[in-house]
Protein backbone atom coordinates (compact mmCIF):
# COMPACT_ATOMS: atom_id res chain seq x y z
CA UNK A 1 0.00 0.00 0.00
CA UNK A 2 0.97 3.74 -0.31
CA UNK A 3 3.52 5.00 2.03
CA UNK A 4 4.33 8.53 2.58
CA UNK A 5 7.08 8.41 5.79
CA UNK A 6 8.22 12.25 6.68
CA UNK A 7 11.62 13.11 8.41
CA UNK A 8 13.82 15.68 9.43
CA UNK A 9 11.82 17.99 11.44
CA UNK A 10 13.17 19.16 15.00
CA UNK A 11 13.82 22.72 16.91
CA UNK A 12 15.31 25.36 15.48
CA UNK A 13 15.82 28.81 16.35
CA UNK A 14 14.27 31.80 13.76
CA UNK A 15 16.75 32.68 10.88
CA UNK A 16 17.50 28.70 11.05
CA UNK A 17 17.43 26.23 8.11
CA UNK A 18 15.92 22.39 8.44
CA UNK A 19 15.96 20.07 5.72
CA UNK A 20 12.54 17.72 5.45
CA UNK A 21 12.22 14.22 3.45
CA UNK A 22 9.77 12.46 2.18
CA UNK A 23 10.30 9.32 1.79
CA UNK A 24 7.55 7.17 -0.72
CA UNK A 25 6.49 3.52 -1.75
CA UNK A 26 3.51 1.70 -3.13
CA UNK A 27 2.88 3.78 -6.47
CA UNK A 28 5.19 4.85 -9.15
CA UNK A 29 6.64 7.92 -7.69
CA UNK A 30 7.90 9.47 -11.43
CA UNK A 31 4.04 9.58 -12.70
CA UNK A 32 3.03 11.65 -9.90
CA UNK A 33 3.42 15.49 -8.83
CA UNK A 34 4.01 15.78 -4.79
CA UNK A 35 3.08 18.87 -2.72
CA UNK A 36 4.44 19.44 0.94
CA UNK A 37 1.22 20.73 3.26
CA UNK A 38 1.56 21.59 6.68
CA UNK A 39 -0.57 21.76 9.75
CA UNK A 40 -0.31 24.28 12.89
CA UNK A 41 -2.04 24.25 16.03
CA UNK A 42 -5.71 25.09 15.43
CA UNK A 43 -5.27 25.97 11.83
CA UNK A 44 -6.52 23.96 8.70
CA UNK A 45 -3.83 22.17 6.31
CA UNK A 46 -2.30 24.34 4.09
CA UNK A 47 -0.41 24.01 1.28
CA UNK A 48 3.14 24.76 0.86
CA UNK A 49 5.02 24.23 -2.24
CA UNK A 50 4.12 21.69 -5.05
CA UNK A 51 6.84 20.16 -7.59
CA UNK A 52 5.76 18.73 -11.05
CA UNK A 53 7.26 14.87 -12.21
CA UNK A 54 9.98 15.60 -13.52
CA UNK A 55 10.80 18.95 -11.66
CA UNK A 56 10.53 21.25 -14.57
CA UNK A 57 7.98 23.58 -12.81
CA UNK A 58 7.52 24.55 -8.67
CA UNK A 59 5.04 26.97 -6.71
CA UNK A 60 5.16 27.77 -3.66
CA UNK A 61 2.58 29.40 -0.97
CA UNK A 62 3.42 33.48 -0.96
CA UNK A 63 4.20 32.74 3.18
CA UNK A 64 6.95 30.58 1.82
CA UNK A 65 8.09 31.66 -1.50
CA UNK A 66 12.36 32.84 -1.60
CA UNK A 67 12.57 30.91 1.56
CA UNK A 68 11.71 27.16 0.53
CA UNK A 69 12.71 25.25 -1.67
CA UNK A 70 10.95 21.86 -2.91
CA UNK A 71 12.80 19.64 -4.73
CA UNK A 72 12.28 14.81 -5.59
CA UNK A 73 14.80 12.31 -6.83
CA UNK A 74 12.73 9.76 -8.57
CA UNK A 75 15.63 7.26 -8.42
CA UNK A 76 14.93 7.52 -4.40
CA UNK A 77 11.22 8.09 -4.56
CA UNK A 78 11.68 10.87 -2.22
CA UNK A 79 10.66 14.82 -1.98
CA UNK A 80 12.44 17.31 -0.01
CA UNK A 81 11.66 20.47 1.15
CA UNK A 82 14.52 23.05 1.95
CA UNK A 83 13.37 25.45 4.79
CA UNK A 84 16.01 28.49 4.71
CA UNK A 85 15.45 31.84 7.04
CA UNK A 86 12.57 30.10 9.24
CA UNK A 87 9.99 31.93 11.13
CA UNK A 88 7.77 31.29 14.41
CA UNK A 89 5.16 31.44 11.94
CA UNK A 90 6.75 28.54 10.11
CA UNK A 91 5.64 26.31 13.32
CA UNK A 92 3.75 23.37 12.27
CA UNK A 93 3.63 19.35 11.71
CA UNK A 94 4.81 19.06 7.51
CA UNK A 95 3.44 16.60 5.55
CA UNK A 96 3.78 15.37 2.34
CA UNK A 97 1.70 13.88 -0.36
CA UNK A 98 0.41 13.45 -3.91
CA UNK A 99 -1.17 16.11 -5.96
CA UNK A 100 -3.92 16.02 -6.04
CA UNK A 101 -3.76 14.31 -2.30
CA UNK A 102 -4.33 10.63 -1.43
CA UNK A 103 -7.06 10.51 1.24
CA UNK A 104 -4.28 8.75 3.53
CA UNK A 105 -1.65 11.08 4.95
CA UNK A 106 1.78 10.13 7.04
CA UNK A 107 2.92 10.95 10.55
CA UNK A 108 4.46 14.18 9.38
CA UNK A 109 7.21 15.77 10.84
CA UNK A 110 7.16 18.45 13.51
CA UNK A 111 8.94 21.93 12.87
CA UNK A 112 9.61 24.21 15.56
CA UNK A 113 10.92 27.38 15.56
CA UNK A 114 11.13 29.58 18.47
CA UNK A 115 14.37 30.82 20.46
Known amino acids: QVQLVESGGGLVQPGGSLRLSCATS????????MRWYRQAPGKEREFVAG????????NYAESVKDRFVISRDNAKNTVYLQMNSLKPEDTAVYYC????????WGQGTQVTVSA
Open 26 to 33: GFTFGFYA
Open 97 to 104: NQNPPLSS
Open 51 to 58: INRNSAFT
